[in-house]
Structure formats: C-alpha cells, structure tokens
C-alpha cells in the first residue's frame, strides 16, 4: 500500500499549540504509515486559514497525482477541512478515483469500495458528517477549555477589556463604565435606571459589528456585568476557573456587596425597580392624598432611533390599583422639573452662595413636637410613678433606707436629663419664623452642588432628605413641603 499525507497548518495556531507544527503532525502520520506498512510516497501541506479547497495549492497538486497512491491520510478531519460542505466535497474527489481516505487520530477510514454504488456513498457522506461535526464541537471545546486553563481568553472581551494576545487588557474608558455600573448599582439604582442613565451620559456599549460606534445600554446587558467575575480578575469557562488571569477593575469586596445586593433583590421581585424615580415615596396625589407611583412603559426598539423611548410617569395609586381616584398622572420629566423650578425659585442660585458656609440642621418640626410631648408625658406622669413604686417598696420593708437612696438619686439623675432634652427642643420649636425660614433656605441652598452634578443617585438622596412632601394637582398645582 502507498499513500500520501496531507497536513493543514495555519500560523497562528502553530505559534500556540505545538500539536498543530507541521512536525507533530507530519510524525504522526509516519508512524501511522510505518505501524500499518504503508509507503509515503509524499506529504503535501498548505498553509491555510479560512481559505477554501480551491485554493489550496498543494491539495490540488496531490489530487493530479493521485493515482500513484491508494490512499490519502490526514492527522485529524478538522485539520483536513474547515466545513463540512468543503471536507464531503474533497473526501469525494479522493474516493470516487477510487482512493481511501483516512483520518489517524479520529480512526477514521472511508475506503473506495464504500461508495460503489449511490445509496452506499449516502451512507458515507451522512457518516462522514455526523462524525464530523460531533467530533469538531468537542475538539473546539476542548482547545477553548486548555486555553481557559492557562488563562487565556476564548470569546470576545468584555466591556473593560481589550484583548491582547488573548489575554485581558484593561481599556480605561470603558473600565470607568464599569464602575460605574457597579457605584450606581450600589446607589440603589436598579439595573434599567443604570441603562437609562449611562446612556443619557452619552456612554454605549462595546461596539459590535451592528453598531460600530456601540449600542445604547440595555437592562440585561447591565445585569451581565454586575455578574461577571471577569471584573475581580477571574476568567471561567466550561467550569474551569481561574484566577488573577488579568487585572481586576472591581475590587472582591465590592463584587461581593454587589451580589447580596442582587440576591436581595431577586426575593424581591421587581419591586425595587421603581427606586430610581426621583420622587417616588414623596410624591402624593393632590386629590385622594394617596402615594403616586413611578410608572415606565417601554416602547420598542428600533434601529433608526438612537434608543428605544420610554414613557416614565407618575400616576396616582389609588386610581391605577382600584379606579378610587379621578385619573391623576404627569409625565415623569415634567413633575419633575415642576419641583425643581419651584426649588430654584425657593433660594435662587445668586442667594445659594451665602448660606455656603453653614451647615445646614436637619431637622423636621413635627418629628421634635412629638419627641417633645413623649418627654412630657415621661416627666409628668411615668415618673411620679416611678417614685411611688420605690416608696412603697419601703413601705412594705422590701427595701432599706439605702437601697431607697440609690434609686431616688438615679430617678432623678433621669429626670435631669429629660428635662435638659426638653429645653433644648422646646427651644428649638420656638425658634422665630425667621430664624426658621434662614434654616430652611440653607437646606435648600445644597441644592445646586448636588444638582449641578450628573448623579442621578446623589439627586434622589438629596430630595427624599430635603423635601417631605409633594402634593401634585396637575401639571401647573403643586404643592412642596420641605423640612424646615
Ligand atoms: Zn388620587
């Protein structure tokens, strides 16, 4: 028996793995040839990557000179051809001359006399395919898996990286995306409200072949990478892990933080979603005074729009879950910007400026007037109480002259206090309404550094700390109720 070898090899997949060098694959099929007693009578070899058979020179020099051989061996099918369409087609060219086809590593050997007549050649061709793709698939799995092993990294880079010689290198703009991503996150922002505002800051996502310039930031993309330990240093695939492969751009502890905070909110359903309008929780319906609602409707997608529209308003929760109000909404940007002109207009920008140095109190009058009548009652009548029970405690001999003193003297040491707590919130309360209304506007005046910035986590701390209430009319009627 005679034969020829034919071995594919292509550049870049001999710089990394050695199985793939022209040598290893030209000694595996010598020896195959010298177990079996076959003579080579000529090995061929195309350096090729993606190119089609056509093409390769030295197969279609192997192919005129065929007839000096029985058959022609190849290492492994994937290295004969890179799709199926192409191997069928160059299997066939060597078969129907009447020629054996073998594949060494994959044992695989179809002969000339297995495609004598038509339905036999079926029989082959279906054999050669099924073998093919089944033994393709976990051939590039397990290259992918050996690369995931020393670290390497099979897929595209994520947002973060740039990859460099298969390996992670950080891209600084979009590692500052990232942790972002993450600060927002753990601002209380849900993942659509993160989407929304990366956007809104003019930032996109990786760009893809579909958008060279980066797709807007959608929700479950965002999700992907809160979950990605890509971002602490680790490359995982098909179960392997490994770590410190490339350098982190999210420290552990913050990664960690990150999933509770997922989880929680996963027991949570949806909910929380809603956390990242401005407004939620203060805003109350001007007519039924019940909790108005932060409500997104999401318009599709389309590729001639910049992003897909969403519809953000705040409806009356009374109305939306049982129709028990008149239909009372706004769109969320126009509320919105109704209490911040109103906020302006409180202490306009120019007068922000001399409050600048102090330190604005908080304080809520209602909260220090119920404070104030609790320690009355505790003053008026839990301690005389108190006092009582000591004595008669005595008087009935459970208890001695001593012990009687001691327990006066810490009653009254509590009294002391509470009446000391009572003056100072009496005094409080008592500020004049000027005094009151400068304490009010310096709050207020925080405005603008917290506004001036594009923090959309800062903003809402800011107004659920500042403002009490909203009640809403309509669009021109509201109603604001700040602290002090
Ligand atoms: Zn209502």
Redesign the pocket.
């Known amino acids: 028996m005679r034969g020829f070898g034919y071995i594919r090899v292509s550049t870049e997949e001999q710089a990394q793995d050695d199985r793939y060098s022209i040598s290893t694959q030209t000694n595996k099929i010598k020896s195959h040839f010298k177990k079996n007693g076959i003579v080579l009578v000529d090995t061929f070899i195309d350096d090729v990557s993606g190119k089609g058979t056509a093409k390769r020179d030295e197969f279609q020099e192997m192919l005129k000179r065929l007839d000096e051989v029985d058959l022609v061996a190849v290492t492994e099918v994937d290295r004969y051809a890179r799709n199926m369409l192409d191997s069928l087609n160059t299997v066939d060219q060597i078969i129907k001359r009447g020629k054996s086809f073998i594949a060494i590593e994959d044992n695989l050997e179809i002969t000339a006399t297995s495609s004598e007549n038509d339905e036999l050649n079926f029989h082959v061709k279906s054999m050669f395919a099924h073998y093919f793709s089944k033994q393709l698939a976990r051939k590039v799995k397990n290259n992918m898996l050996e690369k995931a092993s020393k670290g390497g990294y099979n897929t595209k880079a994520p947002l973060g990286y740039n990859l460099a010689e298969k390996k992670l290198v950080v891209n600084e703009n979009e590692a500052t995306i990232v942790k972002k991503i993450f600060d927002y996150y753990l601002q209380n922002m849900g993942i659509r409200a993160i989407a929304e505002e990366l956007n809104r800051l003019g930032y996109r996502s990786k760009p893809t072949k579909n958008f060279p310039a980066g797709a807007p930031f959608q929700a479950f993309p965002v999700r992907k990478i809160l979950k990605n330990r890509v971002y602490i240093g680790i490359t995982s695939w098909g179960g392997i892990i490994k770590k410190d492969t490339h350098e982190p751009i999210i420290s552990e502890e913050l990664f960690n933080e990150v999933q509770k905070r997922i989880e929680r909110k996963g027991e949570m359903g949806g909910r929380a979603q809603s956390s990242d309008f401005l407004l939620s929780g203060i805003l109350k319906?001007g007519?039924?005074g019940?909790s108005m609602v932060g409500n997104k409707n999401k318009g599709r997608y389309s590729k001639t729009k910049d992003r897909a529209p969403i519809y953000r308003r705040y409806i009356?929760n009374?109305?939306q879950k049982n129709g028990g109000?008149?239909f009372?909404w706004g769109h969320c940007a126009d509320v919105e910007k109704t209490v911040l002109d109103y906020i302006e207009s409180e202490v306009p920008r120019e007068e922000a400026s001399k409050y600048l140095n102090q330190t604005p109190m908080a304080f809520d009058p209602e909260k220090l007037k119920k404070e104030r009548d609790s320690i009355r009652h505790a003053l008026e009548e839990e301690m005389p109480t108190r006092y009582d029970r000591q004595i008669q405690l005595y008087e009935k001999g459970r208890i001695d002259d001593e012990k009687l003193d001691i327990a006066f003297s810490r009653l009254k040491k509590e009294e002391e206090d509470l009446k000391k707590k009572l003056q100072e919130l009496e005094s409080k309360l008592t500020l004049t309404p000027e005094a009151l209304e400068e304490m009010r506007k310096a709050r207020l005046a925080t405005f603008y550094s917290v506004f001036d910035k594009d923090d959309i986590a800062q903003r809402k701390a800011w107004v659920q700390n500042n403002i009490k209430e909203i009640r809403y009319f309509d669009i021109d009627t509201i109603e604001v109720i700040s602290y002090i």
């Open positions: 319906c007519h039924c019940q009356c009374n109305y109000c008149s009372v």
